[in-house]
């Protein structure tokens, strides 16, 4: 259940994101313990790592590394404390992956000049099915392997990835692209699969239907959640509604200053546009928004002749629910489209379906199986 730890919309949904699986009492009350002192991103970071390093020093590795993303969720790539806790999250998460025996082998698929690193979840050797699966604007591939056992009766294995400017990928050097085939059919000509079925993750919700539109090796696509536009999520929030008019306009000046000034007094904005410059590699945030520009179907839904699923939350606080009409009308060549909206209601209206992800996969296991 998506849980209210705090009135600030991003640190909330960080914190179920990274702590909602956890459910013992003692666990939360340490959180509880620590919510007054998140007043600033600086000491987000500071009270996560210092839990972290209490739940790595009592052997509690799944909640250590839980403790260790969530503290490196702020940091900029400059920070000199980022690789420190991207490393202790890596170190602490395969410790709980192998005192947890899970069924996973890990590989470093070649790409450009560096790799992308991947996981092979193997639930069943009979199965003939393979499902890709990667993850969006942020995160690694790691934070996600425990919810995947949601999806062993599916008749499919699993290869999870971090693809260009994404986790490791993005650690390795491998900046975001907006034309993901690539990176799949890469991943598809490694593991020599002539087919397989697609699953993207929050901003991999548009990743995985542009794959989708000029790889058709994929048979089937799962956008958890939908995701039209790039530049949708950017200007979602009224304050930027101002800046959405300056970049059509082309005014690069005005952008850089209103961006910098929202970055200066809000959180979400910053961590947006930092993440975004440090992903692209871009230097300013009007640079940031022409790459992210990119990410569009607009143009090319008709390519896209899969069966589609798209799940959504009508009150996410990254995509607009406007965009599952868009979809629905535009993808006119989908061999099939199912949808599912998720409300408050019935449970799972934030983004992804934070706090109650299992309604999510729920409908991932019925749309793979039929």
């Not at 593991?191 to 000029?214: D, P, Q, T, V």
């Not at 090319?300 to 009508?314: K, R, T």
Request: aromatic letters at 14%; charged letters at 30%.
């Amino acid at each position: 259940m998506f849980k209210k730890y705090l009135e600030n919309e991003q640190f909330n949904l960080q914190i179920n994101r990274f702590f909602g699986k956890f459910n013992d009492s003692k666990i939360q009350e340490c959180i509880e313990n620590i919510l007054p002192k998140l007043i600033s991103t600086d000491a987000w970071y500071r009270e996560w790592r210092k839990f972290a390093e209490e739940s790595e020093a009592n052997k509690n590795f799944e909640l250590a590394a839980a403790a260790y993303e969530a503290g490196d969720f702020y940091l900029t790539e400059n920070d000199s404390n980022k690789l420190h806790m991207y490393n202790k999250y890596i170190e602490n998460v395969y410790k709980y992956y192998k005192e947890a025996s899970f069924p996973i082998e890990s590989f470093k698929i070649p790409y450009e000049n560096s790799f992308m690193p991947a996981i092979r979840m193997t639930f069943n050797k009979n199965y003939s099915k393979t499902l890709l699966v990667h993850g969006g604007y942020d995160g690694y591939m790691e934070e996600i392997v425990p919810v995947m056992f949601l999806l062993k009766d599916s008749g499919y294995n699993l290869i999870l990835f971090d693809g260009p400017g994404q986790g490791g990928a993005l650690v390795n050097g491998l900046r975001f692209i907006h034309n993901w085939e690539k990176p799949v059919s890469t991943v598809l000509d490694y593991f020599h699969l002539k087919e397989a079925s697609l699953l993207g993750i929050s901003w991999g919700g548009y990743l995985c239907m542009r794959a989708a539109a000029f790889e058709k090796r994929i048979k089937k696509v799962i956008c958890y959640d939908i995701f039209y536009r790039g530049l949708d999520t950017m200007f979602i929030s009224k304050e930027l509604k101002a800046l959405e008019k300056m970049f059509a306009s082309g005014e690069k000046d005005k952008v850089n200053t209103f961006a910098l000034s929202k970055m200066k007094d809000d959180i979400d904005t910053s961590w947006k546009f930092n993440k975004g410059m440090e992903k692209t590699g871009t230097k300013n945030p009007y640079d940031f928004l022409k790459a992210i520009e990119l990410h569009t179907l607009e143009g090319i839904e008709n390519l896209i002749d899969q069966d589609v699923l798209l799940l959504a939350g009508d009150e996410d606080q990254y995509v607009p629910i406007e965009q599952m009409a868009i979809l629905e009308k535009r993808l006119v060549n989908a061999k099939s489209i199912t949808k599912k909206v998720f409300t408050r209601e019935t449970g799972g209206e934030q983004h992804c379906q934070a706090g109650r992800v299992d309604l999510a996969y729920a409908e991932m296991n019925k749309f793979l199986t039929k």
